[in-house]
């Protein structure tokens, strides 16, 4: 089919599920701190939440091996993929063609630019460098240095859907030295209390100061409408981009940090009309016209949600992490069957609700949502906002 989605929940016909297959670790370095901020900070740092462990305990250094690697267990690893297969099958059954990324060669273990390395990522969390805007595929600046040629491992549908007609772009690559990034976000916000330092930036012959870095997962789109959510200089350079790129094609709408990056851990359009949100808070930041839409609160969730881990598993996700759910139509919802909290709540808003299995989402960064990128889907560029 030719590449085709404009918004969160039309019928779903075509679909990427990520691949975990040889994910062997993380790497604690300027970015991937970043990144995880405000989930290293609250969920592994500077406070007891549930049975989690911490990064460090008051008043000591964190703990971090000597090469920053943290390794990841091989169990939880296996049994992602077997979750991911169950998810692509679960899809295939409710008629949705399902694609699959190039894995990662178990030889390549990182990747590297004239101006760093770092170890390489599988591409599990398809959603974050790919924004599909109707009939163009737009490769977003990567905010983890880890995943800086994720892309590549999904360039054969790409150029499958370019051949049959789709528009391909890619935005402009950054260096990604330390200069690159904003660190005001980590320095002065205040979410989830206390957090570990962030430290200062060395200097390197690549710097060219501030540069555009932004997910698509930082895009919630509607139809004709997207509403990106910008937390650093980095993000607000690329919706600069975005705003000159697709200028007469998409209205573009600014909202402040909503969170530190990815909005669909904080928001989710389920059809028109209807918004999953983490809290009532969250409506407070959406743009004007989306206020109005309904609101479903995700409901809190509780320890017995969640496998138990131990002391060295690194904790990346928010409890709220179940929220991140899939869309197969405008009353149809993917949603993790170890959260009944949401299931019921959706069910009880006349949703139906397919669960499916997905245990680890808090050691390896997304659910369902992240793990997919829709290709193709039935509507168009309509009119939402007005």
């Known amino acids: 089919m030719q590449l085709n989605s404009f918004d969160e929940w039309s019928p779903l016909k075509e679909v990427i599920v990520g691949s975990a297959r040889n994910y062997v670790s993380h790497e604690r370095e300027l970015s991937f701190d970043l990144f995880f901020h405000d989930n ?62 190039a894995d990662v060669d178990a030889s390549t273990t990182e990747v590297r630019t004239p101006a760093w390395s770092a170890s390489v990522v599988p591409p599990l969390n398809v959603r974050d460098n790919t924004l599909i805007v109707g009939d163009e595929i737009i490769e977003t600046p990567p905010m983890i240095r880890s995943r800086y040629f994720e892309t590549q491992f999904l360039k054969q549908t790409f150029q499958d859907y370019f051949r049959q007609g789709a528009r391909w772009t890619v935005m402009p ?46 895009c919630l789109r509607l139809g004709r409408d997207i509403v ?36 669909d851990s904080m928001v989710l359009a389920l059809r028109p009309g209807t918004l999953l949100v983490r809290s009532k808070a969250v409506a407070q930041k959406l743009p004007q016209a989306l206020r109005s839409w309904d609101m479903i609160v995700a409901p809190q969730p509780t320890s017995d949600n969640f496998p138990r881990y ?18 197969v139509g405008p009353d149809t919802v993917l949603v993790n069957e170890a ?48």
């Open 40 to 101: 290293l900070a609250t969920d592994n740092a500077g406070r007891s939440e549930w049975y989690y462990p911490r990064l460090s305990s008051p008043g000591t250094a964190p703990r971090q091996p000597a090469d920053g690697r943290v390794p990841i267990k091989e169990r939880y690893v296996a049994e992602l993929n077997e979750d991911l297969e169950q998810l692509a099958g679960v899809l295939g059954s409710l008629g949705v063609k399902v694609l699959r990324p």
């Open 339 to 386: 959260c009944p909290e949401l299931v019921r709540t959706l069910e009880a808003h006349r949703f139906t609700v397919v669960p499916v299995r997905h245990r680890h989402r808090r050691l390896f960064g997304g659910g369902f949502h992240c793990f997919t990128l829709d290709t193709v889907r039935e509507g168009g560029a309509e009119d939402y906002l007005g």
């Open 310 to 327: 131990e002391d060295d598993d690194l904790i990346l996700t928010s409890p709220f992490i179940d929220l991140n759910v899939l869309s």
């Open 228 to 263: 990106a959510n910008i937390a650093t200089a980095n993000h607000a350079l690329a919706v600069d981009w975005l705003e000159r790129h697709l200028e007469g094609r998409f209205r573009i709408h600014r909202v402040h940090q909503l969170s530190d990056s990815h909005i």
């Open 173 to 218: 690559r950054p260096m990604m030295t330390d200069a690159s990034f904003d660190l005001s976000y980590v320095r002065t916000s205040t979410a989830g209390g206390p957090t570990e330092p962030i430290e200062d930036p060395q200097p390197s012959s690549y710097d060219v100061g501030l540069e555009m870095m932004f997910d698509a997962a930082q």
